[in-house]
Structures are given as C-alpha cells and as structure tokens.
C-alpha cells in the first residue's frame, strides 16, 4: 500500500492535499472503530467521567459539517442544525449520544466527508487565502487553509481519545 497526500483528479493540487489528509483521518476513524460493539461505542470510560466514541465520531462530524459549509461561504442550514447539533449542550459539554450504532454515526460521517469532496472539488488554490469566521459565535478568523489542516487535526485528536476508551474498555472487560 502507497500512502500519499494526492488529492482527487477533480481538485486543485494544494485543495488536493489537504482533503486527502481529512479523507486519510476519515478512513482511518473507520479503520480504528471497527467491530466496536454497542456497548463499547456508548463506553464513557472509567466512572463514566469521558465522552463516548459516539459523542466524538457525532462531535467530529457536526465540526466537519460546519466546516463545509464554511468552505462554501453558507451558513449551515437550520434543517442540519437540527439533524447533527448541537455542537455542545448546556453544561458546554458535549451532547450525550447514546444507542446510535456505529454503522449508522459512520454513515452519516461518511455523508459529510462526501459532501467535504464535492465542495472541494469547486475550489481553486487561490480559495485557501479566503478568511472565514468560526467558533461558537463566529468569533475568530482563519484561512480555508487553516480550515482544512483544522480538520484532519481535529479527527485525529479525538481518534486518540477513541483509542483511549478502547484501551480501558478491553481492560475492564478482562476484568470482568
């Protein structure tokens, strides 16, 4: 196998680049989830004191989401607002995800990161200059660049937390 950093035929060589390491992360979110049980997806930890991997694969999309449409110079439509949010609850946590299969949080993963392509696929190299707004009130700044490398970083921040939770969850299991 040849890992590489090449983006889609269809998209400018830099845009490339960086979609192919928010794709990369994507793929490997399914390759380090897979064959997780119900149980394990909905583990919150020892004490129960962290997010599952469902709370971080749903976090992990809705911030993806909202980078498309930030990417697209749109805001995100109330109707996804309303299927993948909200982004935190009221205790600035993330939202409890509880029961909601692996095979259906990836699907729909996999929905955005489609959707991640085809807006890529309008951008030119000059587009990564453009400054957008984000944060939970619109209150910084940062280049589609940033934007994109923000969110191969991200998934890969949380894929080590999932990596965590597994780790406890097949000890506790040896425990038990």
Partial sequence: MLYDLQG????????????????????????????????????????????????????????????VYRLKGQPLPHSLKEQYGPMIDAYNRLPIVKGKSLNTLMSKYEGVIKMLKDTCTQLTDADLDKVVTFGHENEKQA???????????????????INQLRKWYSENSLLN
Avoid: C
């Fill in 8 to 67: 889609d035929a269809n998209m400018s060589p830099i845009v490339g680049i960086f979609y192919s390491a928010v794709e990369e992360n994507s793929q490997r979110l399914q390759l380090i989830t897979d064959g997780m049980s119900q149980e394990e997806v909905d583990y919150k930890g020892p004490n129960n004191k962290f997010n599952s991997t469902a709370q971080l694969i749903k976090h992990i999309m809705y911030v993806d989401l909202n980078w």
């Fill in 143 to 161: 280049t589609i660049r940033w934007g994109l490398w923000h969110m191969a970083d991200h998934s890969r921040y949380h894929q080590a937390q």
